[in-house]
């Protein structure tokens, strides 16, 4: 069975799901299995909800202080199971609880989630991969029509709800694109994040 918990440099990751609504062109999940001290990521099944709250009961959190929601998959294609899972690290373990996500949550599940995030994710990284509707499509394949418009006003909401959220862009974007992602972030008072394209997303 794939790891549902795995570490990354100083942090400790969830891995709920491999289910996915986007088909990003520089995905690490078509290069490499695994991430981190994880040797795969990839689930036979997809993990059940008691599976997950096992594997967060069961790990050792000693010297970490944040839980992250990642993985090879978006946590918002389990709604059901990133909510509970949250909520139990918070308490039983006292953990921050971040989501890195791609913005398409909302859509996903055909409903405002914001509100239910906000309950128990105090931060939220969203990936924002390009400047432009044409551009986003192109690198990120989403399946909604409107995957661009999804994603920023999924971001806006977080921002105006849960307030610690930021953009993240790789460092491979040309530059010019680079320049345009900081002025949509400047222009939506949204912090952006240029990360390396190896790190985790
Ligand atoms: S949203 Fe994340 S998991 Fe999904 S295809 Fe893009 S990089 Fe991969």
């Known amino acids: 069975m794939a790891e549902i918990i795995y570490t990354y440099k100083d942090s400790v990751y969830a ?6 609504n986007c088909r990003c062109t520089f995905c690490i999940r078509f290069v490499k299995n695994g991430v981190g001290n994880a040797e795969t990521l990839w689930h036979q099944e997809n993990p059940t909800k008691e599976e997950v709250l096992d594997a967060i009961k069961n ?6 202080k944040e839980l992250v929601f990642c993985g090879y998959g978006e946590p918002t294609c389990q709604l059901d199971i990133l909510i509970d899972a949250a909520k ?18 909302s859509a996903e599940n055909g409903r405002d989630i914001v509100p239910e995030l906000a309950k128990v994710i105090d931060s939220v990284s969203v990936s924002l991969n390009a400047p432009s509707k044409k551009e986003y499509e192109e ?8 995957g ?3 994603m920023i006003s999924f971001t806006k909401r ?12 790789v460092d491979v974007l040309p530059e ?9 972030s400047k222009e939506h008072d949204i912090p952006l994040r240029i990360r390396k394209y190896s790190s985790n997303s």
């Not at 977080?158 to 862009?169: A, F, H, L, P």
């Open 15 to 20: 891995n709920i799901t491999n289910k996915c």
């Open 59 to 64: 790990f050792d959190f000693s010297g970490y």
């Open 88 to 105: 139990y690290a918070k308490k039983e373990k006292g953990l921050k609880i971040r989501l890195n996500t791609n913005g398409q949550g």
């Open 139 to 146: 690198v990120t394949r989403p399946l909604f029509k409107d």
């Open 148 to 150: 661009f418009e999804n």
């Open 158 to 169: 977080c921002r105006e709800t849960i307030g610690d959220v930021r953009w993240s862009i």
């Open 176 to 184: 010019e694109e680079k320049d345009r992602c900081i002025a949509l």
